[in-house]
């Protein structure tokens, strides 16, 4: 397991114990893992962003914090259509699926099926248009699991 999953899995189980938002700080964390804070700092941007269901805030200096906070979505799906925007690259579409996966609003058969159709294998156009035609497919296919209510 690598440092960036260790300070992950960290920071969930901290996030579970303590009902879903936790307060910490960055140079502590860093000294916990012996890794530089720049490496927390991506763990926090890659693994706990909004798409994937947390907020960050963040203060910097003496008296500086993390708080990590889970959000918990009263409609996943249709929340994760709002926050898709007119494009949406790979990463970013997986990251909202995993969440909706975390938040039981998606099986896992449905993920996937999610995940291939907006793959860069199955978007056989170029670029820019790739990323505008992911996010109107993942849309559209959100929308048909949430009943047709996007």
């Known amino acids: ?8 899995a960290f920071i969930n189980e901290l996030l579970k114990d303590s ?4 307060e910490l700080g960055r140079n502590e964390l860093a000294d916990i893992f012996s890794c530089v804070p720049s490496q927390i700092n991506y763990v926090l941007s890659t693994r706990f ?6 907020t960050v805030e963040s203060r910097r200096g003496g008296g500086g914090y993390l708080r990590i906070r889970r ?12 926050e898709i925007g007119s494009s949406l690259d790979y990463p970013r579409a ?3 699926v995993l969440n909706l996966l975390q938040s039981n609003a998606a099986d896992e058969q449905t993920a996937a099926l999610i995940l291939s ?5 199955a978007l056989t156009v170029p670029q820019p248009f790739k990323d505008e035609l992911r996010a109107s ?7 048909a699991l949430n009943g047709g209510r996007g």
């Open 1 to 8: 397991m690598g440092i960036s999953d260790r300070i992950e």
């Open 117 to 121: 159709a907006v793959s860069d294998n």
């Open 94 to 96: 997986r990251a909202f």
């Open 137 to 143: 497919i993942m849309k559209n296919m959100l929308s």
């Open 71 to 82: 959000t918990e979505l009263s409609d996943p799906v249709r929340e994760t259509i709002n």
């Open 49 to 54: 962003c909004p798409e994937r269901g947390y």
């Open 19 to 22: 009902g879903g938002c936790v």
